[in-house]
Every structure is written in structure tokens, then in C-alpha cells.
């Protein structure tokens, strides 16, 4: 099959990762087809009107990669940068993360190009809201349910709610995830990515020997995942000696006080100022030497110019994709540092969206502390999953998570045979 979106070099990273992993299940060529490519890519034009009167076109994306196993879940970013090749990477990822873990959903991702700290909040509101009136015939509670992600957050979804309601004649609670908790979101979703990256890492840390209060940590991306990754393995006992965001990157051998870091972020909306650590470069910060290095922003910062300088014993996978294929050869390759692939690592967040979505449904709504024990289960159980795969196929951490979540996608698939 040709597709357009094999000139995105984020969808070819991931059509890579899935071929390797293809191979290694022995899928059969038509079948491959048919998990590769999204069921559904829809862009759509965004008429909108400014503060100051005029009406500015912007772009959207929604990718749905398959509804074999229930309705398709993924993030909606904010980014000017986005474009329908990278969507469409994400939802496949997103795709074989779910399938991981055990949620009756396919993949999906959005995004809309424009850059949200360039514009009021009005202006935002309104963006957010034309596009989820263009979803509205592709989207439903059974269909495709939307969350935050870069760039988006907890008030977007409020907004897409109300719009989705309105149309409805009621309110549906159950469209979207990540929404504040007086409209039905969930406790615990705004820190579930960040708090199952740092369980997950801790983890691991303690499987290899490792004592909390001996670990040091460089964040690369401070927004909500990294800050929360932060908190919880601060909480933990580890020492974070290096954060960052677009402003820059903050460094302290000695560890940063990762709460004033993040009320200086709140007020000011980035670090730049911030005088808490020592200034360095986004690049300086990968190249750190640290116990665990966490990317925690967007895809591809991990290539083949610096992964032969990476210093950590621990990559923790916090964003999408943050590590290309040739940098992940070179990780192969060197065996002196332990990956936590992303599918894995930044699961927690879809699982407590999961979570959300099923107490949306029930009208019957869970305390935190229940939440975090459910979330904590399911990462053992896929963690303990793909420890027994990576050893069973003799891959790597990557190869064994990607190989059990396509396996069960084509497995759906051959299950429910092909409609004529």
C-alpha cells in the first residue's frame, strides 16, 4: 500500500519498529497491511475568528488507527509543528501501548497547528470548540474518545465536552478524558502518566539493586508528565539533578527543589528566569551522567549524533518516540543501558483515561488511592509481561512490548475475520 504518510519520518520510525516486530511474530503480508495503515486520517480546515475580528484558517488532524477492540483513545496536542504523519505514528503507538496493557481500545491522536501560548484563552476556546464540532460525526463515547496532550489540558477537554453536549442535548460526560473532576473527570489523571513513569522506574531500580536515595535524575520536558515524574520519584528518595523546558535547560549535581521549580513554572509559564540551578543546554542535558535519563517532551531527541554520548544506566521513556531507530541500534548495540520502552513506560496515562472513561459510563466514581492501586497492578502485570517476552524471544525491552501488543491487535483481528 502507498500512502501520503509515508513522507513523515515519525510515521516511518514507527512503520520500522513494527516491521521488526512483524518479523519477529511471522505475520502474514496482508495482515500486516491491515495493522499498519489507520483505518481512518481526517484533516479538517478551522475557520476561526481573532480578538481583534479577523477570521484565521488553522489545520487539524485526527488519526483512528483501528476499532477491532473497542472505540479508539488517544490525545489531542497543540503544537505548530504537528503535522497528520506524526498523528498518524502516535495513534499507532498508542495502538499497541493499549493492547499492552489490557484496555478494549484501538489507537488514535489528534492535533491542531498553532501554538496555544500565542493566543488568549478566547482564542483557544474557540479553536478548541471548531474542531471538535468538525469530530463531531467521527467521535462518540463507543467511537473515539479524545485527552489532553502537549500543548492541551484538563480546560480544552471541558470545552470539547460542552461542545460535543450541546450537539448531544445532554451531557456526555464520557467523550473525552482528562477533564477537570467537577464534570466527571478522574482522581488521579491530571498526574497518571508522570506517577506511572516514576513507579515504573522505581521498579525497575529496584530489580537491578539499586537504593532510591543513590539515584540520581535528568528530565528532559518539565511539562505535566516530567513535573509528575519528578514529584514522584523525588518522593521516592531519588535525587533530580537536571530538568528542562523550552526556555532552556537547569542543572544541580546536588538536586533541585523540584517543587519551587514547578510554582516557578506555574506563575511564569516557563523556567526562563528561573535562577534554581545552573543554566545548560536541552542538548548538555541528554549527555548528562545520571542513574536514569527520562525524555519527557517531544519525538526523536534520542538519534544517531548523541547516542553514543548518552551516560545514563536507565532510559525511562516518558514521551512518544523519543528515540529514533538508529539511536535505538546504537542502545542495542552498546548494552550498557537499560531502555524502558515508551509503550510502557508512559502507559499510566491512557490507563487512568481508561479508568475515567469506565466511571464516566457507571456515573460511580472511585477514590484516589483505589485509582493508584489499580494503576500500579496493571503496570506490574505488563511489566512482569514483557520481561517474560524479552527473555522468551532473547530481543530487546522494546522488540518483547511492541511484539505483545501487535500480537493481541492481530490476533482481534483474525478473531473477527474481514467483512466483505
Not at 187 to 193: D, N, P
Not at 263 to 285: C, F, M, Q, V
Not at 368 to 384: C, G, M, N, Q, V
Not at 397 to 404: H, Q
Amino acid at each position: 500500500m502507498i500512502s501520503s504518510l509515508n513522507t513523515s519520518p515519525v510515521f516511518s520510525m514507527a512503520c520500522r519498529q513494527f516491521e521488526r516486530a512483524a518479523d519477529l511474530l511471522n505475520l502474514p503480508t496482508d495482515l500486516r497491511e491491515r495493522l499498519k495503515y489507520p483505518k481512518r486520517a481526517m484533516s479538517v480546515s478551522l475557520p476561526v475568528r481573532m480578538d481583534n475580528g479577523d477570521v484565521r484558517l488553522f489545520e487539524g488532524y485526527r488519526v483512528q488507527h483501528h476499532l477491532t477492540m473497542g472505540p479508539t483513545k488517544g490525545g489531542l496536542r497543540f503544537h505548530p509543528d504537528v503535522c497528520l504523519g506524526e498523528v498518524a505514528a502516535l495513534a499507532m503507538w498508542m495502538s499497541w501501548k493499549c493492547a499492552l496493557v489490557g484496555l478494549p481500545y484501538g489507537g488514535a491522536k489528534g492535533g491542531i497547528r498553532f501554538d496555544p501560548a500565542a493566543h488568549s484563552q478566547a482564542e483557544v476556546e474557540r479553536i478548541s470548540r471548531r474542531f471538535m464540532q468538525e469530530m463531531i460525526p467521527f467521535v462518540g463515547p463507543n467511537v473515539d474518545v479524545m485527552a489532553p496532550d502537549v500543548g492541551s489540558n484538563p480546560q480544552v477537554m471541558a470545552w470539547m465536552m460542552d461542545t460535543y453536549s450541546n450537539h448531544a442535548g445532554h451531557s456526555v460526560p464520557a467523550i473525552v478524558t482528562g477533564k477537570p473532576v467537577e464534570i466527571g473527570g478522574s482522581l488521579g489523571r491530571l498526574e497518571a502518566t508522570g506517577r506511572g513513569v516514576a513507579y515504573l522506574v522505581k521498579r525497575y531500580l529496584e530489580g537491578a539493586g539499586y537504593k532510591m536515595g543513590q539515584v540520581s535524575v535528568a528530565i528532559q520536558g518539565y511539562g505535566n508528565v516530567g513535573s509528575q515524574a519528578a514529584l514522584g520519584l523525588s518522593g521516592y528518595g531519588a535525587k533530580i539533578i537536571a530538568i528542562s523546558d523550552v526556555s532552556g535547560a537547569y542543572y544541580d549535581p546536588s538536586g533541585i527543589d523540584v517543587h519551587e521549580a514547578l510554582r516557578y513554572g506555574h506563575l511564569h509559564k516557563t523556567l526562563d528566569g528561573w535562577n534554581g540551578a545552573e543554566k545548560i543546554t536541552n542538548e548538555e542535558l541528554l549527555e548528562l551522567e545520571c542513574t536514569v535519563l527520562i525524555p519527557a517532551a517531544l519525538e526523536r531527541v534520542i538519534t544517531s549524533e548523541n547516542a553514543s554520548r548518552i551516560k545514563c544506566k536507565f532510559l525511562a521513556e516518558a514521551a512518544n518516540g523519543p528515540t529514533s531507530n538508529e539511536a535505538d541500534r546504537i542502545l542495542e548495540d552498546r548494552g550498557d543501558v537499560e531502555v524502558i520502552p515508551d509503550v510502557l513506560c508512559n502507559s499510566g496515562g491512557v490507563i487512568v483515561s481508561y479508568f475515567e472513561w469506565v466511571q464516566d459510563i457507571q456515573s460511580f466514581f472511585w477514590e484516589h488511592d483505589e485509582i493508584l492501586h489499580k494503576l500500579f497492578s496493571i503496570l506490574d502485570k505488563a511489566r512482569y509481561e514483557v520481561e517474560c517476552q524479552k527473555e522468551t524471544l532473547g530481543v530487546s525491552r522494546r522488540m518483547a512490548a511492541l511484539t505483545l501488543g501487535i500480537s493481541k491487535v492481530a490476533r482481534a483481528k483474525e478473531l473477527r475475520g474481514l467483512f466483505p
